[in-house]
């Protein structure tokens, strides 16, 4: 395995000093001040790629958001931080990169450089690759920060403008990932890309295990209909501790205005009635995600985020830490 290194930006970060436990729908991260001092995920984003409110939208659940916006809402992304090796690694390189990263660094003990030690993308829709672009030289002009991908997203990255260029001036430094193949990042870290059926037009599209020294972590923020996977959802979350599953939509009401078959996401409904017959404890190993904007769960106070948590299943919040 090859070891990277990266320039450090001087900034003190204050430790809070105890080890914090999991936390579910915490208050946005102070800033300079280290909660995170054990290896754990951070939740830096549970929002669809468009975000919140949404572009063009008109329904009420973006009006007020143009006017007093929310800053916890944010795009899908994942921070991974090891203190003893003092690393962090970014899951998706979304369009609110800039404050994510920020995030992640504040969120650690130690004097933490500004840009991660890799970033980990799933597939090429805008809000899983596009935030890639402030590495080049009109924003961060980064110095060859790693940046894993399958065969088919290393190749478009190569082969297509802007992106091609960020390999060129030696932005980013592309490694290739392989199904099922662990990649060690650190001796308590390993993550495990695996591919997911969806819409497929530039890249495949992955998940992934992240596995820390105590706990395992499944990652699937975008997917097809689960049906449409050749693996089982339910053994793959019993193989696990925590599952973090795509949850753009609650229900088909949402999406009443577009053909189904065009954005065939698993709605929520459908994944609580698949565990439905489980035991609880697998239930509460579920923590959905990736909400699009007209998704109730966005609102902690819906009787839908109700009914989610009376059934024992979680919801992804901003800034919640999983311990690994």
């Not at 390999?167 to 870290?189: G, H, R, W």
């Not at 753009?248 to 577009?258: H, K, L, M, P």
């Not at 189904?260 to 509460?284: C, G, Q, Y």
Request: aromatic fraction near 8%; include cysteine; hydrophobic fraction near 40%.
């Amino acid at each position: 395995m090859r070891t990277y290194f990266l320039l450090p930006i001087l900034m003190l970060c204050i430790s809070c000093g105890d080890k914090p436990k999991d936390t579910i729908g915490t208050n946005p991260l102070p800033a300079k001040t280290a909660l995170v001092n054990n290896v754990s995920l951070l939740i830096l984003g549970n929002v669809q790629d468009a975000g919140s409110p949404h572009i063009a939208c008109k329904k009420a659940c973006c009006k007020q958001l143009y006017l007093n916006h929310d800053k916890g809402r944010k795009v899908v992304s994942l921070g991974l931080i090891d203190p003893e090796h003092k690393k962090t690694y970014l899951f998706e390189a979304t369009p609110d990169i800039a404050s994510q990263l920020k995030a992640l660094k504040n969120s650690v003990s130690w004097q933490a450089p500004e840009l991660p030690n890799g970033i980990f993308v799933t597939h090429a829709h805008i809000g899983h690759y596009s935030g890639l672009m402030y590495l080049g030289k009109e924003a961060t002009n980064a110095m060859e920060v790693p940046v894993f991908t399958m065969p088919k997203m290393k190749s478009f990255l190569e082969s297509n403008g802007p992106w091609g260029q960020l390999v060129t001036n030696k932005n980013i430094d592309l490694t290739q990932m392989l199904e099922d193949k662990a990649i060690a990042l650190t001796s308590n870290l390993k993550v495990v890309p695996f591919t997911v059926p969806h819409r497929d037009e530039y890249s495949e599209t992955v998940g992934f295990t992240i596995i820390g020294p105590s706990k395992k972590v499944l990652f699937i923020p975008d997917i097809d209909k689960w049906e449409s996977w050749d693996k089982s959802i339910i053994e793959a979350v019993s193989n696990v501790d925590i599952a973090l599953v795509d949850a753009t939509f609650f229900d088909s009401a949402e999406v009443n205005n577009r053909d189904i078959s065009e954005i065939p996401h698993p709605f929520v409904i459908e994944t609580m009635a698949l565990f439905d017959s489980l035991p609880m404890h697998e239930k509460r190993k579920i923590r959905f995600i990736h909400f699009n904007h007209t998704n109730p769960l966005l609102n902690e106070e819906s009787e839908q985020s109700r009914e989610v948590l009376k059934k024992g299943y979680g919801i992804a919040r901003m800034n919640d830490v999983i311990n690994l």
